[in-house]
């Protein structure tokens, strides 16, 4: 990242943080969420299922491409639906390898996709290839592609040829149904994390925009690298222990008090060195970043710790229910996007955006810790 942003410009990364929206908002419904259902099945479902996963996929990919050519042109849907693809198919298998506690090789994976996405982008820009900025968008694109390929090979054994007929699609059709009220709160929770892409983008224009993501993207360092482990650790841990004793209010309570004293420690810590941050990995001509950086943390300190935990609707499989907050969350955003008409400072909008998520991800713990202690009763 502090190399491509002294090879990129501010607009390019704009444009490129609006495309990652729309690929993250339609990769919530590639598959209907059917993989969360691994956490439920015994291990030799467990593979019958990721090739139902990959039916789906298969048959919504399908779908996109021909309603989209419809309207587009033949080359930008062929790029769009391809990047959905491989994200989905990237976020499939790390679902998969969670269920069978390969935590240290979705660590691995991740991290080797982020370097071969650099890489690439690195040398496209040298080698003079980024027409119109494109370069950073096919960085990702190929960087996403080579690691599928790469799970593809190492996890052939536990794909096979599904033959489609009725009862396979009575099978797939009455999963998918189950699942389905969680694919549309994942939609929405991703839809809520991107509106500040669609709004900044058009009401204070695409370098606002460039700004904004990168200032995302230098405070999300400790949601990727840590939050999101502990996350994965939480849902396995979680699972088990329901499993057992039909709640899991240890395991929660054990991993909100660790959650909260790194994002209290880490967060702090960007809060007080922020502008020094900017300057030393990104370069004195991002500094209009500071300002968004400081408007994220009241988002980010609290939502560090909430969203692992979320994984508590999965565990007790609530899916309805985590729609319905997802719908909070949804209007928030909504009240939220509705006030940029009357605020003319991108980096003021989002201060205002990044409190209200805030007090709504505040009561998503207190919904959480009761789902813990399987207080159905109050949410009956």
């Not at 071969?116 to 900025?133: E, R, T, Y």
């Not at 929405?188 to 904004?212: K, W």
């Not at 960007?270 to 502008?275: A, F, R, T």
Request: proline fraction near 1%.
């Amino acid at each position: 990242m502090p190399v491509l942003a002294r090879l990129y410009s501010v607009e390019v990364f704009g444009e490129f943080a609006l495309n990652l929206a729309v690929i993250s908002i339609a990769s919530m419904f590639s598959t209907y969420r059917l993989e969360y259902s691994f956490f439920s099945e015994n291990e030799k479902s467990v593979d019958r299922v990721i090739n139902y996963c990959l039916l789906i996929l298969q048959f919504n990919t399908v779908m996109l491409f021909v309603v989209l050519s419809l309207f587009f042109e033949l080359i930008d849907v062929f790029f769009l639906v391809s990047s959905i693809v491989v994200f989905s198919f990237n976020n499939l298998m790390c679902v998969y390898l969670n269920r069978k506690d390969c935590l240290d090789e979705i660590v691995k994976i991740r991290i080797a996709t982020v370097s071969i996405v650099s890489i690439i982008q690195l040398s496209l820009s040298i080698f003079q290839i980024n027409i119109s900025g494109a370069g950073i968008f096919i960085g990702w694109l190929l960087g996403y592609l080579l690691s599928s390929l790469y799970l593809l090979g190492k996890f052939r054994k536990s794909f096979c040829v599904i033959r489609v007929n009725k009862r396979v699609l009575t099978i797939v059709i009455a999963r998918a149904k189950k699942t389905l009220a969680l694919s549309f709160s994942h939609g929405m929770n991703s839809f809520v994390i991107q509106i500040p892409s669609f709004v900044i983008s058009h009401f204070y224009g695409n370098e606002a925009l460039g700004f904004y993501s990168m200032a995302y993207k230098l405070i999300r360092v400790p949601t990727i690298f840590v939050g999101n482990s502990f996350g994965e650790l939480f849902r396995s841990e979680a699972s088990k222990e329901f499993l057992e004793h039909k709640n899991f209010e240890r395991t929660y309570k054990k991993y909100l008090k660790i959650l909260s004293v790194l994002s209290v420690s880490g967060f702090s810590f960007i809060y007080l060195l922020h502008e020094h941050l900017v300057i030393l990995v990104l370069g004195k001509e991002w500094f209009g970043s500071v300002v968004y950086v400081l408007s994220l943390y009241p988002l980010f300190i609290i939502s560090f710790v909430s969203s692992p935990l979320s994984s508590s609707y999965i565990v007790v499989k609530k899916y309805s229910l985590d729609l319905k907050v997802q719908c909070v969350f949804f209007a928030g955003s909504l009240l939220s996007a509705s006030l940029a008409f009357t605020i003319e400072v991108a980096s003021q909008w989002v201060l205002i955006y990044s409190i209200v998520m805030a007090c709504i991800y505040l009561g998503n713990v207190w919904c959480t810790y009761s789902l813990s202690r399987n207080n159905d009763e109050k949410f009956a």
